[in-house]
Each structure stands twice: as structure tokens, then as C-alpha cells.
């Protein structure tokens, strides 16, 4: 158990880093620029996953009943927004990839500070916190030197040696692919009998509807187009499993219970969310296809007309 400890808190240290890595070398400072400046959804954005979202989960935690096991984990994943693969859900649903790869790396960045924090009052409000407490210094540092720094190093790079960066992403991005199920695997294999119990527990309905309330939540709290606002709903309940990792190894010395239930958690979440996003582009795709055709009738009715037009004139005169 201590050797898969060992690896898994490795596995994890690496899927963190080149994730913000990778998220660093696909941001522009201009489109990061550009985003930050429309202030309302920004506001919006954070306040949904800042404080709705994780009160969210403790919610669904006490409305469920959940053990304390799964209470703790549903609340550590509730507070950790930021999670790569809300960039990834918005390129699967077709929707603003921009906003949506630029608001989770804010996300990731500001969540990594408050995360300790807002898990630990969570855990007090639900009666948890005589058994149980994040050490907020020691998060507060691992969790924000993990993201932040490998962060800026990919804008600096992206910035200065757009070459470089353009090199590294694709073979960062499957460093972090990799990783991140290599996390979830070994999750898996250190607690598979608690995982088994869940299957006759209601932690993952919990998760299931804690998802969808999330995405209700994210395109509720969201401000512009259409595509912009669908990219926000699947950001909203789309959490960091990075930081939840994290606290389960470094508060609770990788506990079975609470890692079989994270990964769960995780694992519902992905579930829930990736038909939405591929209903959505298929939705996506029909609307373009139904203006391209009708576009493409507009312009053979026009050639028609001309052709009518030309053919009703006498001979010898020509259109002006």
C-alpha cells in the first residue's frame, strides 16, 4: 500500500504540472487580455464556481445523507474549479474555446488559493471539522506552486518562443492525458473494494445530480452569446482533480474511502458531461448545416432570377 501511495502522489505531482503547463503554452496573453475585460462574466463565472458550485456540493452531500467519507470528497471536489478538461469540453461542444481554455485557467489559478479555505469552512459547516481539517499553508503552497508556476513558465514561453511552445504542447498535453488517467487507474486499484461499495451507495447519484445542477448553474451565471454561455454551464461542475488529489494524500494520508470516492465522483462527472457536450455539437452541426443550405438557396434562387432577367431582355441589351 505505501508503494502505491508512493506512486500515485507522484503520478499526481506530474499530471498537475503539465496540465497548467500545457494550459500556459495554449494561452495567449492578448485572448487572456481580451476575456478578463468583459468584467460581468467574469464575476459571474467566479461566483458560480467559487461559492455556488462548492456550496453546491455540501448540499447534495447533506441532502443525500452521504457518509462522511463521501461528504468530504464531494465537498473537496465541489471546491476545486479549474479543471483542464473544461477547456476540452468546450472544443467537444463546439463552443467558445477561447473563453472557455481562458476562464479555466483563472479558474485553476484563483482556485488553487481559495481551495483550502473553501473546503475547510464546507467541512466545518457539515460537522466534519473535529475529525477533520485541510492544512490551509501547506495546500495553499503546494497546490499554487504546482499550477501557477508551470503556468507562467508555458505563457512566458508561448509569448517569447511561440516555436517552442507549439513543439511542446502536443507532447505536454499527452503527458497530461496520460497522467490524469494513470491518477484515476491508480485510485482505482488502491481502493477498489470501496468503489465496489459505492455501487450500493447513493454517492454516485449524489455526483450525477450535483453535475447537472452544476451545468445549470454555470449557464445560469453567465453572460453573452449562446455558445459562450453553454461553454460556462459544462466549466461550472467540470472540477480540478488536481487539487482534490492532492488534499486526500496530504490531509487524509490517501484514505481508501475518501479516494474511492473522488475518483467516483470524477468519474460520474465525465460521464454526465460528455454526451451533453456531444449533443450540443451535434446540434451545433445541424444549425450549420441548415444555414449553409439555406444560403446556398438563396444564391441559386438568385442566379435564377438573373438568368430570368436576362433572358426577358431584347437583344442587344446588356445589364448595367
Keep these: 500500500m505505501d508503494v502505491m501511495n508512493?506512486?500515485?502522489?507522484?503520478?499526481?505531482?506530474?499530471?498537475?504540472?503539465?496540465?497548467?503547463?500545457?494550459?500556459?503554452l495554449r494561452t495567449q496573453v492578448a485572448a487572456l487580455v481580451a476575456v478578463l475585460r468583459n468584467g460581468l462574466l467574469v464575476v459571474l463565472v467566479l461566483v458560480a464556481n467559487l461559492v455556488v458550485v462548492p456550496l453546491l456540493g455540501l448540499v447534495v452531500g447533506l441532502v443525500f445523507a452521504l457518509s462522511s467519507a463521501a461528504t468530504v470528497a464531494l465537498v473537496l471536489v465541489a471546491s476545486s474549479p479549474g479543471a483542464p478538461f473544461g477547456a476540452k469540453m468546450a472544443m467537444i461542444q463546439k463552443g467558445d474555446v477561447v473563453t472557455g481554455s481562458v476562464l479555466q485557467v483563472v479558474l485553476a489559478a484563483i482556485g488553487?488559493?481559495?481551495?483550502?479555505?473553501?473546503?475547510?469552512?464546507?467541512?466545518?459547516w457539515a460537522g466534519l471539522g473535529e475529525d477533520v481539517s485541510l492544512p490551509v499553508g501547506r495546500l495553499v503552497l503546494?497546490?499554487?506552486?504546482?499550477?501557477?508556476?508551470?503556468?507562467?513558465?508555458?505563457?512566458?514561453?508561448?509569448?517569447?518562443?511561440?516555436?517552442?511552445?507549439?513543439?511542446?504542447?502536443?507532447?505536454?498535453?499527452?503527458?497530461?492525458?496520460?497522467?490524469?488517467?494513470?491518477?484515476?487507474?491508480?485510485?482505482?486499484?488502491g481502493s477498489w473494494q470501496q468503489i465496489i461499495d459505492l455501487l450500493g451507495s447513493l454517492t454516485l447519484l449524489a455526483a450525477a445530480v450535483f453535475t447537472v445542477v452544476g451545468i445549470a448553474v454555470g449557464f445560469a451565471l453567465s453572460a453573452g452569446t449562446k455558445a459562450v454561455r453553454t461553454t460556462t454551464a459544462l466549466i461550472a461542475p467540470t472540477r480540478n482533480a488536481g487539487p482534490a488529489f492532492a488534499a486526500v494524500a496530504i490531509a487524509f494520508g490517501n484514505d481508501p474511502a475518501i479516494l474511492a470516492a473522488v475518483s467516483g465522483i470524477l468519474l460520474v462527472g465525465?460521464?454526465?458531461?460528455?454526451?451533453?457536450?456531444?449533443?450540443?455539437?451535434?446540434?451545433?452541426?445541424?444549425?450549420?448545416?441548415?444555414?449553409?443550405?439555406?444560403?446556398?438557396?438563396?444564391?441559386?434562387?438568385?442566379?435564377?432570377?438573373?438568368?430570368?432577367?436576362?433572358?426577358?431582355?431584347?437583344?442587344?441589351?446588356?445589364?448595367?
Excluded: I, Y
Design 112 to 124: 488553487s488559493l481559495t481551495f483550502p479555505v473553501t473546503a475547510n469552512l464546507l467541512l466545518g
Design 142 to 189: 503546494s497546490v499554487a506552486v504546482l499550477q501557477l508556476v508551470p503556468f507562467a513558465v508555458g505563457l512566458a514561453l508561448r509569448a517569447w518562443a511561440p516555436g517552442t511552445a507549439a513543439s511542446w504542447t502536443a507532447p505536454a498535453g499527452r503527458v497530461s492525458n496520460l497522467t490524469f488517467v494513470g491518477v484515476l487507474a491508480l485510485g482505482v486499484l
Design 6 to 24: 508512493a506512486l500515485l502522489n507522484t503520478v499526481l505531482v506530474v499530471f498537475v504540472v503539465a496540465t497548467m503547463f500545457v494550459a500556459g
Design 270 to 320: 465525465l460521464v454526465v458531461e460528455l454526451p451533453v457536450a456531444s449533443w450540443l455539437a451535434h446540434r451545433r452541426s445541424t444549425g450549420q448545416s441548415r444555414v449553409s443550405e439555406d444560403a446556398a438557396a438563396e444564391e441559386a434562387a438568385l442566379r435564377e432570377l438573373g438568368a430570368v432577367r436576362d433572358a426577358s431582355r431584347p437583344p442587344g441589351l446588356t445589364a448595367d
